[in-house]
């Protein structure tokens, strides 16, 4: 069906509010990633799940940050205490298993902390 | 530490043209490697892919050169058109990880009719 969807588009958050950013994968598909990526930047690694499973969180930048995929399709990024360097476009994207296999990204979520 | 170093930031190449852009690594224990293409405002899409054991890929007017003993590779655009300038970004992935994609810092690419 459709591609990766994520919602908001954009979104802009006052310093110390919290967000959360949704992403919706293609059906059926097993990975699910989330990169940021700054101005100018390539896609900086966040997490990884395996269905509902995270089994690699090592690139999120502080416990403020927190993903989940509860059943294994739509996944949520939530930042706490929002801070300016928080500013960035945060992608999701799915794969039907792994990197080796194309990454399909959405459009991503541009967030702006004022 | 930036583990992929692309070059140039930028590019511009009449239409046409060959379009070259370069990667580079310094970990041997990657072994795919994939490039990226990115519009604005949407996510990057991938464009082609290689292995080490391979020396070249090509698909359509987009090439792939690899040199392992260099641990360097290279993506080629020939016959560049207006409708390839977009941000592209090579990436690499370890043997021992099947999901931590590590992508370079993209090269703006912009083709003048």
């Known amino acids: 069906g459709a591609g990766v969807s994520q919602s908001p588009r954009y979104k802009v958050a006052k310093r110390g509010q919290d967000v959360a950013l949704r992403c919706d994968p293609i059906s059926g598909h097993v990975s699910l990633f989330w990169y940021q990526q700054a101005l100018g930047q390539g896609p900086e690694f966040l997490t990884y799940?395996?269905?509902?499973?995270?089994?690699?969180k090592s690139g999120l930048p502080s416990d403020r940050f927190f993903a989940e995929r509860p059943e294994g399709s739509v996944s949520t990024l939530k930042i706490q205490r929002t801070q300016q360097e928080d500013s960035a476009v945060y992608l999701c994207a799915s794969s039907l298993t792994g990197a080796r296999a194309p990454l399909h990204f959405g459009n991503g979520t541009r967030l702006t902390v004022t | 530490q930036q583990q992929v170093k692309q070059s140039p930031q930028s590019l511009i190449v009449q239409k046409g043209g060959i379009s070259i852009i370069n990667c580079a690594y310094e970990?041997?224990?990657?072994?795919?490697f994939p490039w990226y293409q990115q519009f604005p405002g949407k996510g990057p899409a991938l464009l082609i892919a290689i292995r080490p054991d391979v020396s070249e890929k090509k698909e359509g007017r987009f090439t792939i050169s690899f040199n392992k003993s260099a641990k360097q590779f290279s993506l080629h655009i020939m016959d560049s058109q207006p409708g390839d300038s977009a941000t592209y970004f090579c990436?690499?992935?370890?043997?021992?990880?099947?999901?931590?994609?590590?992508f370079g810092s993209g090269t703006r690419l912009l083709v003048r009719p």
């Open positions: 799940f395996q269905n509902e499973a995270q089994l690699d």
């Open positions: 970990n041997t224990a990657f072994d795919y």
């Open positions: 990436a690499a992935l370890r043997g021992d990880s099947s999901y931590k994609l590590i």
